[in-house]
């Protein structure tokens, strides 16, 4: 087992309309081979899920002897690093899986994808708006769907119009960021563009991008969290700043 000092706890966050269950799913094995422990908190509801997240995150803080590993996907990445460029006296480091833009989401896929949901919520209800959603898409994301956006309930179109309005972390925030950031990118993924985690790369001072795929995430969960951890680990041992790998040829074990 690859030593990780005095850190304990992983604290990951999910994406838009996602939930806890998919975290664990992602983060949960791949952490606990480095003797993480790995807390994934039930998303807030609605407007509250851009708030309550980095609250939570400043309880979990207080409450700890050691510095925090966080992160997340998407949405929930881009909190946990908003989080850490004010924590970094807190933070051990950031799993930032599948980035999707810098600063205002504006015209981002993401960001539009989140407000199209919300609209189809809006106007045709939960069931039927999951229903055209999961037409036609892979199996595993029509999985993921149906059983996080019913966990959501009525909050379901605000917390989703509350992320597309989020701005992550702008480059100049992520230059000031010194703790070391893995993150994990699908090359495959347009919601979610592998652009935007090799700019994240780039701009972080200790961080180390390793692409995976939808298609692997697809048959194994699992693969996004090792591609992150390689990646953190890749950082904190002194990879080269926005140094890429590829987690289909490297996995953590």
Known sequence: MTSVGNIRTAVLLPGTGSDEIFVRAVFERPLAAFGL???????????AVVT??????????DGSREPLLVG????????AAEWAVRNTHRCAGVL??????????????????????????TRHGLDEALAMATRGVAPWLAE????????HGTALAAGLRAAAGHPAPELADLRTLTVPVGIAACIDDP???AAVARAWAEALPRSALVETSLAALGADRESLGRAAAL??????TGGEPG???SAQRNRPT
Do not use: C, F, K
């Open 96 to 121: 930032a899986a599948l980035p999707a833009w810098n600063g205002p989401g504006g015209t981002a896929p993401a960001a539009l994808a989140a407000t199209a949901s919300a609209d189809l919520v």
């Open 191 to 193: 919601v979610h563009p």
């Open 243 to 245: 140094s890429t790998g």
């Open 144 to 151: 993921e769907l149906t059983r996080a956006w019913p966990r």
């Open 72 to 79: 997340g996907v998407s949405l929930g990445a881009h909190l």
């Open 231 to 236: 990646a953190w680990l890749r950082a904190r």
């Open 52 to 61: 309550g997240y980095p609250a939570l995150l400043d309880r979990i803080a």
């Open 37 to 47: 422990r790995v807390v994934a908190p039930p998303h807030p509801r609605g407007e």
